[in-house]
């Protein structure tokens, strides 16, 4: 029977009735898998599995429920059942090999995988079956992250069509997952090429600008996403955190403070404004945020969050009273760490500095403001070698950390060892070298302008071996 020839109106009738006055239920196999497919569909997953295990009980030959069984088991993530159960189907038809394909890479079975995928390829498919396989097997490798793989799956399905968006999605998000924004950005540029007027496309490329650091572009996206969807929340606080990165704090604070209105009990928001009214320096503002989110979303952190800005303002009186303050339950945190870690800084314990840090990175590994303060901390116990590491590792996962370079540079001229200063003399360029001879010397850098990126690498070496150290520089 042909399953558009059926009416599923009364074949859901004639079940439910049957099912209702306890007859026995006899179907054929395509009104079970059709059956089967409704319940399913309607988020009823035990009535499906019990459509085509009654099914399969009546029709044990039928591929059709034979195949739905085989879903049903990839989907509830029994990939090595589904494999067995799979082992003795016809692979005929394309979903049989892309259900074995989607089992054997969730098992991590990559190579059985591809040779099965080459194996299908090898068929004379028609254009419309080759360009469905290749599409399915890309998104099957994206959702495993095999993404260079997924790429060229679905890139060879785009020369078919270029105008499918589930290929052009699922590429932009396997080039993101790269780290290759401009990639993704590109993929999305065709999705609005496409459909100018989608809401999603250009919240998606507003993300990726912003992550791209092209922070004027995502805002105009977010503006163009909120002109469909106006006062959309989530794109409002994208916004306010791209304007806040782009330096126009005083209007993220205004849009972040129209979300708070809108969701008071976000408690992100509550992060996000307090980060902006500091980097604005309105201490005053801070402090009747956190008296607000106390009140609206509990007392959780909030004497941290008072102690935090105490030291931001240079109290570090009331800073220590308030640390005093924090409950028992409170102390196994990253915040008291740091904040402890800060507290005992100024104190100049640095001892006890140090120890409360090393157990802030335990609980956030390798966060960048914690590497920053021990290196701070190794340099003032005049423990370099250490420092050195610590900022070595903080330009790996930073590159741009303000001062990072810097500071480590001094480091190595501290320690003296040639090759480790010569590695971090080649991430300067050349603008940056000349400051820092400039720097090391006490004199104007237009003494050295018409100093070659040899000869001023030469100098630097002479002041390293000659230990001519940073008068008025302190670290």
Not at 182 to 197: G, W
Not at 336 to 353: K, P, W
Not at 461 to 468: G, H, L, M, P, Y
Request: charged share 30%; hydrophobic share 40%; aromatic share 10%.
């Amino acid at each position: 029977m042909d399953e558009n020839n059926i009416d599923i109106t009364s074949l859901l009738e004639k079940y439910e009735n049957m099912r209702a006055l306890g007859k026995n239920i006899y179907f054929d196999a395509d009104e079970f898998a059709l059956l089967a497919d409704f319940y399913h569909s309607e988020g009823d997953v035990l009535e499906a599995e019990l459509l085509i295990e009654q099914g399969l009980k009546m029709h044990p030959g039928s591929t059709e429920l034979m195949t739905l069984k085989a879903k049903q088991l990839v989907l509830a993530g029994k990939y090595k059942e589904a494999l067995g159960f799979m082992r003795h189907l016809s692979e005929d038809d394309l979903d049989l090999p892309l259900l074995k394909i989607e089992a054997l890479l969730h098992l991590s079975r990559f190579n059985e995988a591809e040779k099965l995928t080459n194996k299908v390829l090898t068929r004379d498919l028609p254009e419309e079956d080759y360009y469905y396989f290749m599409n399915e097997v890309g998104f099957l490798l994206n959702d495993v992250d095999k993404f260079d793989r997924a790429i060229a799956y679905l890139e060879e399905g785009l020369k078919i069509n270029a105008n499918n968006p589930d290929v052009i999605v699922d590429l932009a998000y396997a080039y993101e997952m790269k780290g290759d924004m401009e990639k993704a950005i590109e993929y999305n540029n065709m999705l609005l090429d496409i459909d100018p007027y989608s809401f999603d496309a250009w919240v998606n490329i507003g993300k990726l600008y912003s992550m791209n650091e092209q922070y004027d572009k995502a805002i105009d996206s977010f503006d163009f996403a909120l002109t469909i969807r106006e006062d959309d929340l989530s794109v409002l606080k994208m916004k306010a955190l791209s304007m806040f990165l782009n330096d126009n704090v005083e209007e993220a604070i205004l849009i972040f403070r129209k979300c708070l209105a809108a969701s008071p009990d976000d408690e992100a928001l509550y992060d996000s404004l307090l980060e902006a009214y500091a980097a604005m320096e309105q201490y005053e503002e801070m402090m009747n945020l956190i008296d607000l989110k106390e009140k609206q979303v509990g007392s959780e952190g909030i004497i941290v969050r008072r102690a935090f800005v105490y030291v931001s303002k240079g109290d570090f009186e009331m800073a220590k009273s308030t640390f005093s303050q924090i409950p028992e339950a409170e102390k196994d945190s990253l915040e008291y760490y740091m904040l402890e870690g800060e507290l005992a800084f100024y104190d100049e314990d640095f001892v006890s500095a140090e120890a409360a840090y090393i157990k802030a990175a335990l609980i956030s590994e390798e966060n960048e403001e914690i590497l920053d303060k021990l290196a701070n901390i190794s340099v003032a116990q005049e423990k370099y070698k250490q420092a050195a590491d610590y900022l070595e590792k903080l330009l790996e996962i930073s590159p741009d950390f303000p001062t990072a370079k810097s500071r480590l540079a001094f480091i190595r001229f501290e320690i003296g060892s040639k090759e480790p200063f010569d590695n971090i003399m080649q991430q300067f360029t050349d603008d940056e070298l000349l400051e820092l001879l400039s720097l090391i010397m006490g004199t104007d850098k237009s003494n050295f302008t018409d100093f070659t990126r040899e000869k001023i690498l030469t100098r630097l070496n002479e002041a390293r071996e000659n230990r001519i150290l940073f008068k008025n520089i302190k670290y």
